[in-house]
Nanobody, 118 residues
Framework: VQLRESGPGLVKPSQTLSLTCAVS??????????WSWIRQPPGKGLEWIGA???????YYHPSLESRTSISRDTSNNQFTLQLSSVTPEDTAVYYC???????????WGQGTQVTVSS
């Protein structure tokens, strides 16, 4: 299974960050897989943002839920993160990853740097 993130590397404050994770080697609708977005701000640890599961149900970190939307495109086997009203504190390397609902992320994308700056 391979995951690959894509999206703009620079976003202006107050705008919406949008990233896509393209998945190959396995279907995002396969039972019992969960597809997550995780980020790592500079000098900090990993932070789980949210996930979409094999059925399309979504889960969000409580502190980000009001600004986060995760959706999927099953025809193209990809899922998307949208984070609204971004601030410089949202600057991070963003990863997509797969687990089975147990936070054991076996497969990861390579990560993509997103900087929030005017």
């Amino acid at each position: 299974v391979q995951l690959r993130e894509s999206g703009p590397g620079l976003v202006k404050p107050s705008q919406t960050l949008s990233l896509t994770c393209a998945v190959s080697g396995g279907s995002i609708t396969t039972y019992y897989y969960y597809w997550s977005w995780i980020r790592q701000p500079p000098g900090k640890g990993l932070e789980w943002i949210g996930a979409i599961d094999y059925s399309g149900y979504t889960y969000y970190h409580p502190s980000l839920e009001s600004r986060t939307s995760i959706s999927r495109d099953t025809s193209n086997n990809q899922f998307t993160l949208q984070l609204s009203s971004v601030t410089p504190e949202d600057t991070a390397v963003y990863y997509c990853a797969r687990d089975q609902g147990n936070a054991d992320y076996v497969y990861w994308g390579q990560g993509t740097q997103v900087t929030v700056s005017s």
